[in-house]
């Protein structure tokens, strides 16, 4: 009876050793800097990308952009709190930009995507103004849009007299 006992715990006194010996790495919370808005440019085969507060990163990749970006703060730069994606400059609208923005993991998928043909864009400026319009296209429907081999819409970002205003997009 005892032995019967023994052998039903003896899974989970295999699993718990098991994680045990897993390497965990916590997360000091005093150290992460949340991102609100995250401003993407393409320029040739460059990408920069601007979080604000000058912090900005460049590489050849998006990933190799956010990786950069990374490398320059001292500290956990945290994505999953941006409430909007931009695609900005001259290459912005290029399908290749979408994509990679789309599919980076580091976004968050409810965020909202837009474009604009300016690429000095203020993070700060232009996430206080897009906090007060809801998004209308997020970065997981670019995704889903971009998957299923049709042209997502992406509503446009204009500065008009020294604000901004969202464009609807006409299908690409």
Known sequence: MKLKKLLRLLPVILALAALSRLPFRGTDVARLIP???VIVTRSG???V????AGVKGVGKT???ALGDLRACVSGTVFFPTAEQV??????????E???AIAEEPA????AGFYLSPKSDLDPEAVGKYLSSHGAD???MQVRADLRAGKRPRIPLLLERDGGYRIAEAEPR
Do not use: H, M, N
């Open 35 to 37: 991102v609100k808005t």
């Open 45 to 47: 085969e460059e990408y």
């Open 49 to 52: 990308v601007d979080v604000g």
């Open 62 to 64: 998006l990933s190799a």
């Open 86 to 95: 931009i695609a900005a400059g001259p290459g912005a609208d290029d399908p």
């Open 97 to 99: 930009t979408a994509a």
């Open 107 to 110: 976004f968050r998928p409810a």
């Open 137 to 139: 296209t997020t970065v």
